[in-house]
């Protein structure tokens, strides 16, 4: 994988639902996973960054994994509320370190 | 309010002109990125300064160039401007490299005519 890919593109799920989604990334030269949180006519909020396989973070109601030797993180929002709709941007870096940041995951908390 | 400050919010000029795209990061950050976002695009990395001096280099183009001034603020010049470079551009700063959680200002909105 040469591009940090996000699927699925967009998700409606209703409130109450729990729902994931995954990053896939270059696994070499590996050096740190980030997500975000971006909200229309905001600017993207840091949720998570992640640099060890297997680490796992928790903020709330939303939790995100990271397996380095394959190259994927899982980002998971329990029980979905409204407020929850926003883009989900993942973004990786590697030896250059610098970021590069997938499409995004459009979530839509219907009520 | 992550605490980063970019200024101005808006920005109308020609094609041809050049600008100036002003960034102060947050209390005690000393890395300052620069991110373009152009329509249909996801966010591009441009460019990273570390304490003054350039980090990282993304897909900036040789009309654009940044500095990072002692006080840690941060400017981005393009210059020569196309229709092209019409696009949101976003400053953000982390405490140091990118293994730290960036801090996204509020952004620049270029629009170029």
């Known amino acids: 994988i040469l591009n940090v890919e996000q699927s699925p593109q967009s998700l409606h799920v209703q409130e109450g639902d729990s729902t994931n989604f995954t990053c896939s990334f270059p696994s070499s030269n590996f050096y740190a996973l980030h997500w975000y949180r971006w909200e229309t006519a905001k600017s993207p909020e840091a949720l998570f960054v992640m640099t060890l396989n297997g680490d796992e973070k928790k903020k709330g109601r939303i939790s995100a994994t990271l397996n380095t030797k394959e190259g994927y993180s899982y ?5 979905s509320q409204p407020e929850d709709s926003a883009t989900y941007l993942c973004a ?10 997938g499409s995004g995951t459009q979530l839509t908390v219907l009520p | 309010d992550s605490g980063v400050t970019q200024t101005p919010k808006h920005l109308i000029t020609a094609t041809g002109q050049r600008v ?5 990061p947050r209390s005690g950050d000393l890395s300052v ?3 373009q976002q152009s329509l249909d695009q996801g966010l591009q990395f441009l460019i990273q300064y570390y304490n003054g001096e350039e980090r990282a280099k993304g897909n900036i183009l040789e009309r654009f160039s940044a500095q990072q001034f002692p ?5 981005l010049n393009l ?3 196309e229709l092209g470079d019409s696009a949101l551009y976003f400053c953000a700063s982390s405490v140091a490299t990118s293994s730290y959680e960036q801090y996204f200002g509020p952004g620049t909105r270029l629009t170029v005519t």
């Open chain 2, 20 to 24: 100036t795209l002003r960034c102060s």
């Open chain 1, 92 to 101: 990786s870096s590697g030896s250059a370190r610098q970021l590069t940041f």
């Open chain 1, 75 to 79: 980002l998971y929002i329990k029980g």
């Open chain 2, 71 to 75: 006080d840690l603020h941060s400017e």
């Open chain 2, 33 to 35: 990125y620069w991110y």
């Open chain 2, 79 to 81: 210059s020569s401007l």
